[in-house]
């Protein structure tokens, strides 16, 4: 790892660097929002939580994520019901927590 | 307190951001990037796709070592909360002791966690130590370098010894913010201790156990240097909770791939542990 | 008052000095330990020394791989202390005084980090400090528990900024004062308490800390912490010297901690009790 540079030693890929630039264009798209509509749209959902955009982005993101390692842990590849699951998920939080 | 709402604020919280994301999201992409790989060194990497993952999450090896996390964090916590709970409804409200009381108490937590965790191994020692030889010549067979029981027991003391003053403290804090009314008209009124406790001390204490909980929760979740320094996971693997487990497959056997996902598996545990924690927190905050 | 509310109270207080009883047992036992000779401490039981030994000091505080660890360890810590605070400051009047766009979740953020397990960032760490050339620095170690401490240092002074009623800031920009001005000539030394803690918190907490600072460290900047770690698997039975290595660790904790009693509890439920 010596001498290499930054660029070498974080192993980069591409599906890993659309994984991430993915979460900085939704981050930047909700500082767009919130310019354009000021004051997070906050609301008291279903679950009893106030919450804004940001709060129901992260619930989504997070939630996703342990929706994929649950499929994996119990069904194992291919994982794209679990991207279904999380998408339909993602629509209910944004639409209803 | 009305804030105003002013953007060049992020001026302020700039450097913290530069100098936070340095550290978190640099590591954090890498961890990403080794946990879809395979690697046999030199910077030489193949793509594995979900694999590890998988293999993570379908390892015995993983799931005993969570195991054992959750029952050893549902043990101190049965432990700790209580008698955290009653030492501090049993402190003195005033008075010279009051400094005393919070100085002695607080030391635990002041001592650097490896040399916590040399104290309890001399201090539990089966043959020189005032625990273990206590305890043998009382009769029972204490030897924790042998037998996984004894381990946990002195484990589990040990991080009672260190922690338990963290409740402590913070229930002492919430209980003194009771204004002294509130007792007076218990008093009036000849209300026992125990309704005293039910209805006056318990709800104020409410948010402050809340926070006492998720803390020790999260970091006993945590818990590495002193568990290696006494006892270095074992007798065999019987004291090897995560975060041992996590350095032993990336630092001492190089596995970067499922060393990398176990970590972000682990991340995320927390991430939800975090997330949960502040809401509870601002949440009060709110009302 | 009643003699029986008298000998209750009397009850009530064993409880905690049972319990501080408890928590003074180990530590009597390393301070015991660290004055006894080697072959006392092999040879059986002994409640308390029986040859009376400084033996085991003097080895610390002449020996370079003994005393040097404290050095190193002290030099990265300070470090670490005044870097997080100064860092934090500015951060926490931000956050304390004015709404911005993403706040709220850059709290949280910064939140996370503190609570993020030190094991997950070790093996990144490692690579991240070697590329950059700080690997066996102090710095490497000063900047690595930044992760931790600057979370910290920005909640606690948040805390105590917050109770600083806002009308002193607003007095001093219609007094004229430009904004770093007020902020180093007034406001600074009105929080100087919240200053003093989060210094301490961060020095214990960094003080504290074993993994990352084994991890980031090799030889020349090895910490005090580290090498009581190596003695001990290594060398396995110097346990008198490893005894006073860790009765001379309690010591600076022991003693700031006289000065901050009052703020301890605040200070560890992170400014928000």
């Known amino acids: 790892m010596e001498g290499t540079s930054i660029i070498a030693w974080m192993a980069w890929t591409w599906p890993t660097a659309a994984f991430f630039a993915f979460i900085a264009l939704c981050l ?22 106030d919450t804004t955009r940001g709060d129901r982005l992260f619930i989504s993101l997070l939630g996703s994520a342990f929706i994929f390692l649950a499929w994996l842990g119990l069904f194992g590849t291919p994982l794209w019901a679990p991207l279904g699951i999380s998408l339909v998920y993602a629509f209910v939080v944004f639409r209803w927590v | 307190m009305y804030k105003q709402l002013n953007q060049k604020a992020w001026f302020l919280v700039a450097p913290v951001v530069a100098l936070v994301a340095f550290n978190a999201i640099i590591p954090l992409m890498t961890v990403v990037n080794f946990s879809v790989q395979e690697t046999f060194g030199d910077n030489v990497f193949f793509w594995a796709g979900v694999d590890w993952f998988e293999q993570v999450l ?43 009381c919070l100085v002695t108490m607080a030391l635990p937590l002041l001592i650097p966690w490896n040399v916590v965790g040399a104290m309890w191994n001399i201090f539990a020692l089966p043959e020189i130590g005032l625990m273990g030889k206590g305890l043998r010549s009382l009769g029972f067979d204490f030897n924790y370098t042998r037998q996984p029981l004894t381990a946990w027991f002195t484990v589990v003391l040990m991080d009672v010894w260190h922690w338990t003053s963290l409740v402590v403290l913070l229930c002492y804090a919430g209980l003194v913010s009771i204004p002294n009314d509130y007792y007076q008209a218990a008093k009036i009124d000849g209300a026992s201790a125990w309704s005293v406790f039910r209805y006056i001390q318990l709800p104020k204490l409410k948010r402050v156990l809340t926070i006492a909980i998720l803390l020790r929760f999260m970091d006993s979740f945590m818990i590495y240097t002193e568990v290696v320094v006494l006892t270095g996971g074992g007798p065999g693997n019987s004291t090897t909770f995560l975060s041992i487990d996590l350095v032993k497959m990336a630092l001492g056997q190089f596995d970067l791939g499922p060393a990398a996902a176990m970590s972000l598996i682990y991340f995320l545990i927390i991430l939800l542990l975090s997330w949960l924690f502040y809401t509870v927190m601002t949440r009060n905050e709110a009302r | 008052m009643h003699p029986e509310r008298r ?57 370079s791989t003994w005393y040097s660890g404290y050095i190193n360890s002290l030099t990265f810590v300070i470090a670490n202390t005044i870097l997080s605070v100064v860092v934090a400051l500015p951060a926490a009047y931000a956050f304390s005084r004015y709404r911005f766009l993403g706040d709220k979740h850059l709290f949280f953020w910064l939140l996370t980090n503190r609570m993020a397990p030190p094991a997950v960032f070790a093996l990144p760490f490692l690579q991240l400090y070697s590329a950059v050339g700080l690997f066996d620095t102090p710095w490497a170690v000063a900047l690595a528990h930044t992760l931790f401490n600057v979370p910290l240092a920005v909640w606690i002074l948040e805390g105590f900024m917050s109770g600083v ?109």
């Open chain 3, 165 to 273: 009623p806002k009308e002193l800031d607003e007095t001093a920009y219609v007094d004229g004062y430009p904004f770093w001005r007020f902020f180093l000539k007034i406001f600074i030394p009105t929080i100087a308490a919240g200053i003093g803690v989060a210094c301490f918190f961060c020095f214990m907490f960094s003080w504290v800390e074993l993994l990352l600072a084994k991890t980031l460290t090799s030889v020349a900047a090895k910490p005090i912490v580290a090498t009581m770690t190596r003695t001990a698997s290594t060398s396995g039975y110097e346990l008198g010297l490893l005894a006073a290595a860790g009765t001379l660790t309690i010591v600076p904790g022991a003693f700031v901690i006289y000065f901050v009693r009052n703020y301890i509890a605040k200070g560890f439920a992170l400014g928000r009790v």
């Open chain 2, 58 to 100: 379908h390892s015995s090896r993983f799931h005993d070592a969570l195991l054992r996390q959750i029952l050893f964090t549902a043990i101190i916590l049965l432990i700790e909360v209580p008698l955290g709970l009653i030492v501090a409804l049993a402190m003195p409200r005033k008075g010279p002791w009051v400094s005393v």
């Open chain 3, 7 to 63: 000998t209750f109270i009397r009850k009530r207080a064993l409880i905690p000095a049972i319990y501080i009883i408890f928590l003074m047992l180990p530590i009597y036992w390393l301070v015991t330990m660290s004055f006894k000779t080697t072959n006392e401490i092999l040879g059986g039981f002994t409640p308390w020394p029986v040859n009376f030994t400084l033996a085991n000091y003097v080895k610390i505080f002449t020996d």
């Open chain 1, 28 to 49: 930047i798209a909700m500082s767009v929002w919130e310019v354009y509509s000021p004051g997070g749209a906050p609301r008291h959902g279903i679950l009893g939580l």
